[in-house]
């Protein structure tokens, strides 16, 4: 009995040393995992990872002093850096930037949106048409379709200069028997108008630096380096030209937006009911809800392979769990029981 007592007492002592032990690894397990995750690498800002952050730091690197106006790095100079500086004016500011222009006006893009019931919609896309042409503007998409029994209606969109937007929007609506909804935006896009611009012009004038270092580059090293670098510059022009196109194209042309319903009124003791305009919007919202469940259907599809793999991996780690604890309450707790 006392040789069971002993033996007992020391498979106590080794359980709580293990214990000890297991519990002081786990620890040490997690605080070393923190600490590395602290102190590899600093979390990574968004806005670092953009292109204009990277080419601002990298020109800042390579370029060791300002260079004044009229300057170009020549290959040779400052550790032969091919890297074509800004400009800068007497008063220290970029001269690319000093010299942009101020826009005499904000730059805005408008749009609309017009609701109408119409006697004909085949004749209000007609009229609509011809109303885009005679303010010097044109139809983007027309579209007439049947509801029912021989009912049709249509939406039309139209694009028209800035400065006749109003009164296109005025003459659209006298076109209708009665205007439903009518819904005007407005957007300033003045500072990006001015950023684009601004970000074009510093592009061309790094352009024209490389030409001049080009000019001059004597190694074919250097002239491969420099072609490179223009060719990239040049990429980037065409890109802002772009976006520079497309926003003054938004900004000198207003989109409206014209959605027609003929009109279908069936008046009921004094009360005008359109019964054709109440099934053209439930056959609406009947399309978008078929749409979002398809739209539901595919994703669950397409993540149906993930579901099963984070089932797989949640099923192998709780198998894993459940024989770890089997095994250490054989080993522990049942040996426990078997002394006793």
């Known amino acids: 009995m006392e040789i069971r007592l002993n033996f007992k007492s020391l498979y106590m002592v080794n359980w709580q040393q293990n214990k000890k032990i297991i519990i002081t690894g786990i620890i040490l397990v997690i605080a070393v995992g923190w600490y590395l995750y602290k102190t590899s690498n600093p979390p990574v800002i968004p806005f670092m990872q953009s292109q204009s952050f990277q080419e601002d730091m990298v020109g800042s690197a390579e370029v060791p002093a300002v260079a004044r106006k009229g300057s170009a790095a020549m290959p040779g100079a400052a550790g032969n850096s091919l890297t074509a500086p800004l400009a800068y004016d007497a008063a220290g500011v970029p001269e690319s930037l000093s010299e942009v222009p101020t826009a005499d006006a904000r730059k805005v893009v408008q749009s609309g949106t017009l609701d109408l019931v119409v006697n004909k919609a085949e004749e209000a896309a007609t009229q609509a048409q011809a109303l885009a042409q005679q ?80 000019e001059r580059a004597v190694k074919i090293e250097d002239v491969l380096n420099v072609t490179q670098r223009l060719s990239d510059v040049r990429g980037r022009i065409e890109q802002l030209e ?55 259907i595919i994703k669950f599809v397409f993540a149906l392979p993930v579901i099963l793999l984070w089932i797989a991996t949640w099923g192998v780690g709780l198998l894993i769990a459940w024989k770890v604890g089997n095994r250490i309450k054989q080993r522990w707790f049942d040996k426990d029981t078997n002394i006793h």
């Open 242 to 296: 772009a976006q520079l196109k497309l926003l003054k194209a938004e900004v000198e042309m207003s989109s409206i937006v014209v959605n027609l319903t003929a009109e279908g009124d069936i008046e009921v003791f004094g009360i005008h009911w359109r019964p054709l305009v109440v099934i053209r919007q439930a056959f609406r919202d009947m399309l978008k809800s078929l749409a979002a469940y398809a739209d539901q």
């Open 135 to 214: 303010a010097g503007g044109f139809v983007e998409s027309l579209q007439i379709y049947e509801v029912v029994d021989g009912q049709k209606s249509g939406s039309v969109i139209i694009r028209v200069p800035a400065n006749k937007f109003r009164e296109t929007m005025d003459s659209l609506k006298a076109l209708a028997i009665n205007t439903e909804n009518e819904v005007v935006n407005t957007q300033d896009v003045t500072a990006q108008y001015v950023d684009i611009e601004a970000r074009l012009k510093n592009m061309r004038a790094e352009e024209v630096q490389y030409l001049s270092i080009m």
